[in-house]
């Protein structure tokens, strides 16, 4: 064999042992950055889902008109196929109309604070001495039975506030972002746990909350007051009572800043005289009356138009705040994703897909009921014709932080795929691919039933220590050039994605396995 017919020979054999290489579409890469950066709408658009429609907490009148909002702006962009979509029984709504509360004696002090969601109105004002009485165990609520009858009570120990030494926001370092790189793959569905700190048991939890609302109900409680996780005029909100209909309503519960219920607490505690004055009036509304996903299409015209790619995050936040960084930053994202892809009229092979999400915050719902219905049951595995149309889908929902990189879910076969597309976004800041698993948001919901679902690794921020279901989720709080950032990169996938000669390849399939719980699959 000649020299020439040997170096023929190698050539061949070694293009048949690689990958093809990753198309890079660099003039369409050009032109998403130049629309997401030189022109961007990105913070008009979460000013109006912030500052004008939020909250926007699931099953309320200010979700829907959120997402009438969404549907009047995608159309008014030339987005015609918008809809919302029902995807089954939430129960009640629920929205607070009005909080009041203060300290009286020994001194006057307004009270930072919120009600609790899926909690009663106060009857009218209430004032009155309030009590101190711990009620963390069943054995705690036989100690106080006939004892706390119109009441203003505290439940809760002081919250310890310690020194701020370092700062609450922050951006990941190189070493940071290596070492998230190099992480190991979770268990499907575990969360990091904090070396000391017991994992928290939630279904005892919400079982002794249904029974301590039981005890309060019964005793005819006044108020009951908690401290918010938090301080610094920071305080953590979430749900106090059951949205079935078929459930009693639970009784009125507010939560306090810590450094406010302290006070209460030490002047309590010292026998020293206290007065407390408050008013909440909260709506209730008929089940799932404002309860759908919202769904937005812009279709594909080349021989895979009938496949499908999404993108999305969750439309619905907690209600102290404006959902801001949870997560009207990953829906402003997306809806700016939407814009800049009709405003370029970029060739789409395959149709790109929007869903705002709703009830995440109750465990998944929207997504998961979604999945459900359109391409496989978790529970069975049964598929529906979209799951093999399916190529895949990428969601944003850790805040407002600039994206960094991306988590696979444990599809390695994707890895060589996001190398190329995400290359020319390093000057971006976007340097970091990891196999590691993250949960807790809509992705789960795909990646549960086997199709490619991924969702963002992005600086952190105040996320986890200011602004996550807190008074302080609010539009100030979010980086415009961030916003920027993740509008530039996840419009880039996208393209790639929708116009790649096949599907994002998939992990095996999944067997079948029934849902352990709200956040579980």
Known sequence: MTHRNRLTLFLLVFALVLPAQEKVDLEAIYRIKQEAFQNSKVMDILFQLTDVHGPRLAGSPRYRAGAEWVQKTLKEWGIEDVRFEPWGQFGRGWENRKFYAAMTEPAYMPLIGAPQAWTSSTEGVVSGEPVLAALSSEADLEKWRGKLAGKIVLVDQPREITLHDKPDGRRYTDQELADIAMAQILPFGRRPQTPGQPQPNFAQMMAFRRKLNDFLREEKVALLIQHGRGDLGTFFTSSGGSRNPKDPQAPPAIVLTAEHYNRIWRLLDRKIPVRIEAEVRNEWYDADQHNFNIIAELPGSGKHKDEIVMIGGHFDTWHA???????????????????????????????????????????????????T???????????????DRFSAYYNVDNGGGRIRGIYLQG????????????????????????????????????????????????????????????????????????????SAVVATLVVHTANRDEKLPRKPRPEPRPQQGPMTF
């Not at 404006?322 to 997560?327: M, P, S, V, W």
């Not at 219905?373 to 799951?387: C, E, G, I, Q, V």
Request: a negative charge; proline letters at 4%; hydrophobic letters at 40%.
């Open 411 to 486: 599809n390695e076969m994707c890895r060589p795929i996001f190398e190329a597309w995400l290359a020319p976004l390093r000057d971006l800041g976007v340097t970091t691919i990891t196999s590691r698993n993250t949960s807790g948001t809509d992705h789960l919901s795909f990646d549960a039933v086997g199709l490619p679902g991924f969702q963002f690794i992005q600086d952190p921020l105040e996320y986890d220590t200011r602004t996550h279901h807190t008074n302080m989720d609010v539009y100030d709080r979010i980086p415009r050039e961030d916003m920027m950032q993740m």
């Open 321 to 371: 705040g404006t959902g801001a960084t949870d997560n009207g930053a990953g829906s402003a994202v997306m809806l700016e994703v939407m814009r800049i892809l009709k405003k370029l009229d970029l060739k789409l092979d395959r149709t790109v897909r929007l869903a705002l999400w709703d009830a995440e915050e109750q465990g998944l719902l929207g997504s998961r009921a979604y999945v």
């Open 373 to 387: 219905k359109h391409f496989a049951d978790r529970a069975t595995m049964k598929t529906l014709p979209d799951y």
